[in-house]
Nanobody, 121 residues
Framework: QVHVVESGGGQVQAGGSRRLSCVVSGAVFTVGDMGWYRQAPGKQRALVATISSDGDTFYEDSVKGRFTISRDNDKKTVYLQMSSLKPEDTAVYYC???????????????WGQGTQVTVSS
């Protein structure tokens, strides 16, 4: 069975930094595009950043220059380094795997359980 587990959330003061991690575990052969999404209270889940298996990245405008997404394919892990955090970055951050391959074939659109990031002013 495949598991996607985020970690690294917590409380941080405005201007501070935090690094989130997301590990894919289980009998997984390859992992495709990975991404981070966030959902603030009363709002819909929204894209933050994505990274392809080749390392191509995309960022939502409000996090450009502040957040960096990276991945370690050997560890099947994606990271989100967040800097210059603002109170409006407060949200539950979710990891998403676009697709992966297992011994049973392809799986699509796998989500983690989320990790809370709270930025205080």
């Amino acid at each position: 069975q495949v598991h996607v587990v985020e970690s690294g959330g917590g409380q941080v003061q405005a201007g501070g930094s935090r690094r989130l991690s997301c590990v894919v575990s289980g009998a997984v052969f390859t992992v495709g595009d990975m991404g981070w999404y966030r959902q603030a209270p009363g709002k819909q889940r929204a894209l933050v950043a994505t990274i392809s298996s080749d390392g191509d990245t995309f960022y939502e405008d409000s996090v450009k220059g502040r957040f960096t997404i990276s991945r370690d394919n050997d560890k099947k892990t994606v990271y989100l380094q967040m800097s210059s955090l603002k109170p409006e970055d407060t949200a539950v951050y979710y990891c998403n795997v676009d697709h992966l391959t297992t011994g049973r074939g392809l799986q699509f659109n796998i989500w983690g359980q989320g990790t809370q990031v709270t930025v205080s002013s």
